[in-house]
Nanobody
């Protein structure tokens, strides 16, 4: 499975962006997936995760209420709608998928496949 993240860009504080993560060379329709991000000089951190069916979603406290994760299994694609963006959201955003996260969706180590990252820059 190959993951391709897209949709990043340069926006102003308060704006919105929608990230996409498209899978190829295989299907992710039965895989839980997630978004992580890495800001300059910081470790990569969990942003949001979604179960394979989309029935369960999880968010970091820092994005709860502003970001919405979703997926379209027919399109083999996951999304992250980001609203009310803040300068602190500036980071490279990575999508990931796992065959089985064992409910440990926060842990990078459980993810088997990673996208290349897309840059999000939020100016104040």
């Amino acid at each position: 499975v190959q993951l391709q993240a897209s949709g990043g860009g340069l926006v102003q504080a308060g704006d919105s962006l929608r990230l996409s993560c498209a899978a190829s060379e295989g299907t992710v329709s039965s895989y839980p997936m997630a978004w992580f991000r890495q800001a300059p000089g910081k470790d990569r951190e969990f942003v949001s995760a979604i179960s394979w069916s989309g029935g369960s979603t999880y968010y970091a406290d820092s994005v709860k209420g502003r970001f919405t994760i979703s997926r379209n299994n027919a399109m083999n694609t996951m999304y992250l709608q980001m609203n009310s963006l803040k300068p602190d959201d500036t980071a490279v955003y990575y999508c990931a998928a796992t065959i089985d996260w064992g409910a440990q969706y926060l842990a990078e180590r459980v993810y088997d496949y990673w996208g290349q990252g897309t840059q999000v820059t939020v100016s104040s």
